[in-house]
T-cell receptor, first 116, second 114 residues
């Protein structure tokens, strides 16, 4: 059963710590994306990757880092440089390229990160 | 600069009536649009799409209208049901500079009252 899995569902971080959010897909999608959702802010793009070993900054990349070593995986690290990391994080994937237009994105169920 | 805007953060509608959610965009190069529905603590799910070569697309209770001259699209839900209560995002497809991604609006929270 194909899909996109985010883990953990809830994550607590102490100030000054880095944390990594996992995103795995078995849809054979080329492109993957990370979004952040805050109340009233909609979905803001953090990073995206159109192909393995390549990724680009989105609109709010500061304080975040990613890697794309495998097609199936696109982990997001929230570093201590991110001043307001408490949010709901969503990972998505798509076929990639022009195929993205017709099929859109498949989203994971999200990770809620809280700084304590 | 917000290229896709949903100016109504929330909307309340009585069960059985029509819900109309609006979305405006600024770039005439956008040529494909999607609507997503999102429940709390879940990922968004695809609802309906429309290509810029059309002005209407219908799927059951959901209809999306596109007015290209006004750079405006709307989602109509008829009749509205309590299970439709969710946040709705519109998204526009961007293929500029060799990148392919959707740009999302800020969302409208719909509440359908029983």
């Amino acid at each position: 059963d194909g899909g996109i899995t985010q883990s953990p569902k809830y994550l607590f971080r102490k100030e000054g710590q880095n944390v990594t959010l996992s995103c795995e897909q078995n849809l054979n999608h080329d492109a993957m994306y990370w979004y952040r959702q805050d109340p009233g802010q909609g979905l803001r793009l953090i990073y995206y990757s159109q192909i393995v070993n390549d990724f680009q900054k989105g609109d709010i990349a500061e304080g975040y880092s990613v890697s794309r070593e495998k097609k199936e995986s696109f982990p997001l690290t929230v570093t201590s440089a991110q001043k307001n990391p408490t949010a709901f994080y969503l990972c998505a994937s798509s076929i990639g390229g022009t195929g993205t237009v017709n099929y859109g994105y498949t989203f994971g169920s999200g990770t809620r990160l809280t700084v304590v | 600069d917000q290229q896709v805007k949903q100016n109504s953060p929330s909307l309340s509608v009585q069960e059985g009536r029509i819900s109309i959610l609006n979305c405006d965009y600024t770039n005439s190069m956008f040529d494909y649009f999607l609507w997503y529905k999102k429940y709390p603590a879940e990922g968004p799910t695809f609802l309906i799409s429309i290509s810029s070569i059309k002005d209407k697309n219908e799927d059951g209770r959901f209809t999306v209208f596109l007015n290209k001259s006004a750079k405006h699209l709307s989602l109509h839900i008829v009749p509205s049901q309590p299970g439709d209560s969710a946040v709705y995002f519109c998204a526009a497809f961007s293929s500029f500079s060799g990148t392919y991604k959707y740009i999302f609006g800020t969302g409208t929270r719909l509440k359908v009252l029983a």
